[in-house]
């Protein structure tokens, strides 16, 4: 029974008001630059009337293609090594004995959460230079990397959070019934883990299409990925056509967390 | 079968340490429905747990079928588990579950299929074959577990107050279907329970256990009739508790001198605490309500409780204490009797004991 002398935070003030405020402040830019994405005009503040033609140019023009094929293809790897990282690291954290500084170990690996992404990204930036001079690699690697370990602690928070609520009599039972530690992991812990994989794997996925801070110090000369392509077309001449790549963005992004929340909850 | 020498568990260290079992030894034979039972809390559950291999002893040794098992896996161990709380894979249907443990044994697909089919046909589920746990009701589901623990025919079969989640109806079905099956199989089945009536109705022996160590290993009658210790006797049924005065002791007899200054012989199994002071146990329908002055004892009659098949009188001794008598009521048998009243206590031959504390 609900006690009606609780306190109820709609009882202050201007609370409304407030909280109006907030989402108008955190979604009208989003609105508006969906909506200039349909601008027939140059510039993106001045409505001159609906049109596709700055989706038609974002398609048409080759840097876009080349820096959507490399987000993609970054983004595709690095999440998958950023999951891999972070089932492993789920289950040595939950899946063993209590060991000594298992709280460090926790917040070693949630670093990237905490740490400002710019010292992570100057870190990055003087130790790829090392190793580019030890190795003479240029290639795209170096942002693969980057971007998988930042990701990894994404994909580590809902992967742990299933792991944490799966039942421990579950895997016993594996080993009462002769499922040796290997099996068990296989037949067992996987099958009831895949959803909160799926939903880390498509957080990490989402976090490295947008990365920017890290990407540009890593990045080498010709390695645009979508968002520093964005970047640097903003330094120069600001069309509707920077709001139409950002529209779809957008948009897969939204796909990717609605699937990856409702693939979470699925049977959690 | 199971031989259990001198098993202690001890969790953490130093000050803080909690000794979950201290020195169990106990034999379980082959066949047989064996039942650890005791209040929450007294290692069963940590005992049962170590021969499926999820704990390992602190000290002391297991053997299965000759073979120390102490350091095995559970894996390796050719034991089975019925748990509590079920633990069927959710993501299996009912014959994925119970193919489980051949599978991972590395059967041939056809014998699993056979062997799936047999335990579905035992267990009454053949229907629900295809069914995943979460749609079965909680009685369906403990078959699937029970169906599934002996599908890879262990020689050992471990059951965790298995019917515990069970509403009483079902329960009473359970303990039923779980003897016939044990009888069908003849499996060996080590039975965890803290329910008294289940232990008594369902076990070939009983041990009863406290504190992490076994008090009492025998057959229900046994444990019933001869408890050997205070604890035993008042764990296992109702059990008055009277302090009498030590006449005598001739072998397995003691001469005793009752409050009321009657004298009578009674059972004294085990040795017996020296001392003019030794405590009576008697079981309430070893008891019975006569006239007063008629029986070995007298008192006042201070509490009727009905319950149905049988009546408790709880009768005042006065300086020597209080008793329950119970007896089953029978139309017209029973002259009424109300509280205040003064009635003699009769006790029946070859009933009641000398225990130690």
């Known amino acids: 029974m609900a006690d009606r002398k609780r306190f109820d935070v709609r009882a202050l003030p201007g609370l409304s008001f407030m909280a109006g405020s907030c989402f108008v402040l955190l979604y009208l830019p989003i609105l508006l630059v969906v909506i200039y994405s349909f601008n027939a005009g140059n510039t993106v503040s001045i409505w001159e009337g609906f049109s596709w033609r700055w989706y038609q140019a974002a398609w048409n023009n080759a840097a876009v293609q080349e820096a959507t094929l490399r987000s993609l293809m970054v983004?595709?790897?690095?999440?998958v090594l950023a999951t891999a990282a972070a089932v492993l690291a789920a289950l040595a954290t939950t899946r063993s004995r209590g060991f000594r500084g298992r709280g460090i170990v926790l917040g070693l690996i949630n670093q990237p959460l905490m740490v400002p992404e710019i010292v992570t990204a100057v870190g990055l930036l003087i130790v790829f230079s090392m190793i580019k001079v030890?190795?003479?690699?240029?290639?795209?690697?170096?942002?693969?990397?980057?971007?998988?370990?930042?990701?990894?602690?994404?994909?580590?928070?809902?992967?742990?959070?299933?792991?944490?609520?799966?039942?421990?009599?579950?895997?016993?039972?594996?080993?009462?019934?002769?499922?040796?530690?290997?099996?068990?992991?296989?037949?067992?812990?996987?099958?009831?883990?895949?959803?909160?994989?799926?939903?880390?794997?498509?957080l990490a996925f989402v976090i490295s299409l947008d990365n920017v801070v890290i990407t540009e110090f890593v990045k080498s000369a010709g390695q645009d990925t979508l968002p520093t392509y964005m970047l640097g077309q903003l330094r120069r001449k600001i069309t509707p056509e920077i709001n139409a790549i950002s529209t779809v963005l957008l948009l897969i992004s939204i796909a990717l967390v609605i699937t990856a929340y409702l693939a979470g909850r699925k049977r959690a | 079968m199971i031989e259990i020498d001198n098993l202690t568990k001890t969790y953490g260290a130093g000050p803080q340490a909690y000794q979950a079992l201290r020195g169990v030894t106990a034999t379980v034979r082959a066949n047989e429905f064996f039942t650890l039972l005791g209040p929450s809390g007294c290692g069963k559950t940590t005992l049962l747990r170590m021969i499926a291999g999820f704990e390992t002893p602190t000290s002391g040794k297991l053997l299965l079928d000759g073979q120390d098992v102490s350091a095995s896996p559970p894996y390796r161990r050719p034991v089975n588990t019925v748990f509590q709380s079920y633990a069927l894979f959710p993501h299996m249907t009912c014959a994925e579950n119970i193919g489980f443990g051949l599978k991972m044994l590395g059967k041939p697909k056809a014998e699993i299929t056979r062997t799936v089919g047999e335990m579905l046909d035992l267990v009454q589920m053949t229907p629900m074959a295809n069914r995943r746990p979460s749609q079965l009701s909680g009685g369906q589901q403990q078959r699937i577990a029970l169906a599934r623990a002996l599908a890879p025919k262990p020689k050992v079969l471990l059951l965790d107050e298995p019917?515990?989640?069970?509403?009483?109806?079902?329960?009473k079905d359970m303990q039923i279907e779980l003897k016939r099956i044990q009888k069908d199989t003849g499996i060996t089945f080590v039975f965890v329970t803290?329910?008294?009536?289940?232990?008594?109705?369902?076990?070939?022996?009983?041990?009863?256990?406290?504190?992490?160590?076994?008090?009492?290993?025998?057959?229900?009658?046994?444990?019933?009739?001869?408890?050997?210790?205070?604890?035993?006797?008042?764990?296992?049924?109702?059990?008055?508790?009277?302090?009498?005065?030590?006449?005598?002791?001739a072998g397995q007899t003691a001469r005793v001198?009752?409050?009321?200054?009657?004298?009578?012989?009674?059972?004294?199994?085990?040795?017996?605490?020296?001392?003019?002071?030794?405590?009576?146990?008697?079981?309430?329908?070893?008891?019975?309500?006569?006239?007063?002055?008629?029986?070995?004892?007298?008192?006042?009659?201070?509490?009727?409780?009905?319950?149905?098949?049988?009546?408790?009188?709880?009768?005042?001794?006065?300086?020597?204490?209080?008793?329950v008598v119970r007896s089953q009521n029978k139309p017209d048998q029973m002259p009424r009797l109300t509280a205040g009243e003064a009635v003699g206590i009769s006790v029946l031959p070859g009933t009641g004991q000398v225990l130690r504390d």
């Not at chain 2, 009727?304 to 001794?317: E, P, R």
């Open chain 2, 257 to 323: 001198a009752l409050p009321s200054g009657r004298e009578l012989d009674l059972r004294a199994p085990g040795e017996l605490p020296k001392g003019p002071q030794v405590t009576m146990a008697i079981r309430p329908e070893h008891l019975e309500l006569v006239a007063a002055d008629a029986g070995q004892l007298s008192g006042r009659l201070s509490n009727i409780v009905y319950f149905g098949t049988d009546t408790h009188f709880h009768v005042d001794l006065g300086e020597g204490g209080a008793l």
């Open chain 1, 75 to 79: 983004a595709s790897i690095a999440s």
């Open chain 2, 163 to 171: 019917l515990s989640a069970l509403d009483y109806k079902l329960r």
């Open chain 1, 134 to 202: 030890a190795t003479g690699y240029q290639g795209i690697g170096y942002v693969i990397l980057a971007h998988a370990s930042f990701c990894t602690p994404f994909a580590f928070m809902s992967i742990r959070a299933r792991l944490q609520g799966m039942d421990l009599s579950l895997e016993n039972a594996g080993a009462d019934l002769y499922g040796t530690p290997v099996r068990i992991f296989r037949h067992v812990t996987l099958p009831q883990l895949w959803p909160g994989i799926l939903s880390g794997w498509m």
């Open chain 2, 194 to 249: 803290h329910d008294q009536e289940e232990a008594l109705t369902m076990s070939d022996r009983i041990a009863i256990m406290n504190a992490g160590t076994i008090r009492q290993i025998g057959s229900p009658r046994d444990i019933y009739d001869q408890p050997a210790e205070r604890f035993v006797a008042d764990f296992i049924g109702e059990t008055n508790f009277l302090t009498v005065g030590l006449l005598g002791v």
